[in-house]
């Protein structure tokens, strides 16, 4: 139902609703000669606009790795538990470790006594009282004392489990007093700060494959939430079965949301640009050439005039205007079937985005039409 108040106007506003929904004939919606045809109409803006790359990809962790053991032993001691997040060398494990304390003691004191005797060599060496042959073997005793503690304190070192980097632990899967051996699964660590995404591409699209091209992407488990970022690299290589190549992308994950495994859907913004755009509605095509009704102003009202225009990409309810059209003309958007070129044209209601038809039929701005209060 129509708020004008004018039974006239109601009666062609309401044919143009009839006609916009494919009920009326054609014939039968023609106004009377000396009354402008009611249209609604879009203005042609200039809007950011890319060629969308689509394609599907797994997420990985920037870093990843799989915490085991080199030795055979029990373990005595741990300090981390599920789903902890823990900083560079962070101790998590301690193996049982007495015989290589013992040994590093006595290590540490036989590498003590070696410099020791050195020392007392290298004094009288130099007084001319002490052979340079016995200083020699003075000094590969203390090389050799040291070079033995290092070993041990290797050995124990590998007794000490440590985070290589910051992340994130999974499921600790062993208990103290255990006995693990060399491959045995301790827990995993993931740096989540970055997430990488590999997806296969077509290789139709390798010239517009490069670093620092901008990535949209989304997943079912949040779908309200697009996640932003860049490609990072590009595979060296094609797969000579698929004819795809390997486009690694970075995701920051700054909330911790996107986890490794998850499938995302992700598009490549390809070409971005600033370009005109108009409503998909507003094309009338004919042949292999497209058209658009353009309302000029005339007087106190519009005249409509049909105008030949060159298009680029789609998107949805959008197309690109390469050529035809000017920043802020109108173009018809419902009502194309009735206005003719040279007509005159009641603009009822311009179309900025996102609203219905009743709402584009009732000049009911969209943030008012949930509420039903209009300004």
Do not use: W
């Not at 916009?20 to 009354?35: E, R, T």
């Not at 373990?75 to 101790?91: I, K, M």
């Not at 670093?211 to 970022?229: H, I, N, Q």
């Not at 658009?292 to 990409?313: C, K, N, P, S, T």
């Amino acid at each position: 139902m129509f708020k004008s108040a004018d039974p006239e106007r109601r009666g062609g506003f309401g044919a143009l609703a009839l006609l916009c929904l494919g009920a009326l004939p054609v014939s039968a919606a023609q106004p009377p000669a000396d009354k402008a045809t009611p249209i609604i109409a879009a203005e042609v803006v200039s809007t950011s606009f890319a060629d969308p790359i689509e394609s599907l990809g797994t997420l990985r962790a920037n870093e990843s790795v799989v915490l085991t053991v080199t030795v055979t032993e029990t373990v005595s001691a741990l300090h981390f538990d599920d789903g902890e997040r823990v900083d560079a060398g962070t101790l998590l494990v301690e193996m049982t470790s007495e015989e290589e304390h013992a040994q590093l003691t006595e290590a540490r004191a036989r590498l003590d006594e070696a410099q020791r005797q050195y020392r007392r060599v290298q004094s009288l060496a130099n007084q001319g009282t002490a052979a340079k042959a016995l200083l020699d073997e003075r000094s590969r005793q203390r090389d050799t004392a040291r070079a033995q503690l290092v070993a041990i304190e290797s050995r124990l070192s590998d007794r000490l489990v440590k985070a290589p980097f910051a992340g994130v632990l999974g499921l600790r899967n062993l208990s103290v007093g255990a006995l693990v051996e060399p491959g045995d699964l301790i827990t995993t660590l993931d740096d989540d700060s970055v997430m990488k995404l590999d997806l296969s591409v077509p290789s139709v699209y390798l010239g517009a494959l490069r670093p620092g091209l901008d990535v949209v992407a989304t997943t079912r488990a949040f779908r309200e939430r697009e996640f932003s970022g860049r490609v990072h690299s590009v595979d060296s290589r094609v797969d000579p079965v698929t004819r795809s190549v390997v486009v690694r992308v970075l995701l920051p994950n700054a909330e911790r949301l996107l986890k490794p495994g998850m499938l995302m859907q992700v598009t490549l913004l390809n070409n971005p640009r600033e370009t005109l755009v108009i409503p998909e509605s507003a094309l009338m095509p004919q042949g292999r050439e497209q058209y658009v009704l353009r309302a000029v102003a005339d007087g106190d009202g519009h005249r409509v005039e049909r105008r030949q225009v060159q298009i680029g990409g789609r998107r949805p309810g959008q197309v690109e205007v390469l050529g035809g059209l000017d920043k802020g003309d109108l173009v018809v958007t419902h009502g194309t079937l009735r206005a003719r070129p040279g007509q005159r044209v009641d603009v009822r209601s311009v179309q900025r985005g996102g609203e219905s038809l009743n709402q584009l039929l009732d000049g009911t701005p969209p943030a008012t039409a949930a509420t039903g209060r209009a300004e």
